[in-house]
């Protein structure tokens, strides 16, 4: 391993915080190479809905891992760490300081904490939880998830079958909690056989009902601009079904559900806010254990702590570079 750490940041913070406004603010005119640490708009053609930047942003403040697979293709830790690696180390090699933006918790744990080595399948406990899916549908196996694995069903949503799926038959085969498995974090961060010398900014709310308003107003938004007509277009896909990983992403599924009849407006719009404010639930608990010998804390109400993220990143830069 490399004796002398090489610089890595980290701007992260539950859904709707931020993230992205700051940074491209933080990332326009410095040696920064912006990496996204998001599971939907790792996704083709998944605009709206996943908050984007629009093409004329990413112009002036380039992402990468942004728009790399089409929205049929499952793309998950495991992909998202050796494509990051590959990143990380083009950026080293270029004197530039990598930096990953995003809340996706699985993509930042599995890239700096390792990916973890779970229990083999077993075919006879996987499909009586599947049976028993197809009968009493996904939230019933979460809600069963719940009893047995509270800790890991606060982490996943209710409509995420495949992680639902996976947690439960771990509880069931080993009567250990698939938390148990995951990485506790390393003392030392390595990637791709160099120590790191990491900063965290993690944003969080300074109130929790001014999340839930902001976030309920940006789904608003996202109606306004076309997320309907963005669906109505995703569907249009052959390959593109409700069960691919992209569709159950926070929004999406409901949106799509409410264009097969299964939802009215309302319940529709309804549903996927409650689902945005559980996955901002699950985001922060996650923030308050990871990292904080790491972490910098910076509070957002309004509007975005611009100022103070420049005087975090200026504190960071003249200490690496």
Avoid at 1 to 22: E, F, Q, W, Y
Avoid at 58 to 82: K, N, R, S, Y
Avoid at 84 to 102: F, K, M, N, T
């Amino acid at each position: 391993m490399s004796a002398n750490p090489r610089p890595l940041l980290v701007i992260t913070g539950p859904t709707g915080i931020g993230k992205t406004d700051l940074a491209m603010v933080l990332g326009t005119g410095l040696p920064l190479r912006v990496i996204s640490a998001d599971s939907v708009m790792v996704y083709q053609h998944l605009d709206i809905g996943s908050a984007k930047p629009t093409a004329e942003e990413l112009a002036e403040c380039p992402h990468d891992l942004i728009d790399l697979v089409p929205p049929e293709h499952a793309f998950d830790a495991g992909q998202f760490v050796t494509h990051a690696e590959i990143l990380i180390q083009s950026a080293w090699d270029h004197g530039r300081v990598p930096c990953l933006v995003g809340g996706t918790i699985m993509y930042l744990k599995s890239l700096l904490d390792g990916l973890d080595t779970l229990p083999a399948a077993d075919p006879v406990i996987r499909e009586k939880i599947r049976g028993k899916a197809e009968l009493e549908g996904w939230p019933a196996i979460h809600a069963w998830l719940q009893e047995l694995d509270p800790e890991a069903a606060d982490l996943i949503h209710s409509n995420h079958s495949s992680r639902i799926e996976r947690a439960l038959e771990v509880r069931l085969v080993t009567g250990e909690s698939i938390c148990s498995f995951w990485s506790g974090g390393q003392a030392d961060t390595s990637i791709v056989g160099q120590a790191v010398d990491l900063s965290v900014l993690a944003m969080v709310p300074s109130d929790r009902e001014q999340l839930k308003d902001r976030l309920n107003r940006r789904f608003d938004s996202m109606l306004q601009r076309g997320f309907e007509a963005e669906v109505e277009m995703l569907r249009q896909r052959p390959a593109l079904t409700l069960d691919c990983p992209s569709m159950r992403s926070v929004g999406y599924r409901q949106m799509w559900q409410y264009l097969d009849g299964d939802l009215s407006k309302n319940e529709m719009k309804d549903q996927a806010k409650a689902a945005t404010r559980q996955l901002a639930k699950r985001q922060l608990t996650w923030l308050r254990s990871w990292r904080t010998d790491s972490n910098t804390l910076i509070e957002v109400s309004d509007s975005i702590p611009v100022e103070k993220g420049k005087v975090w990143l200026s504190g960071v830069l003249d200490r690496v570079l």
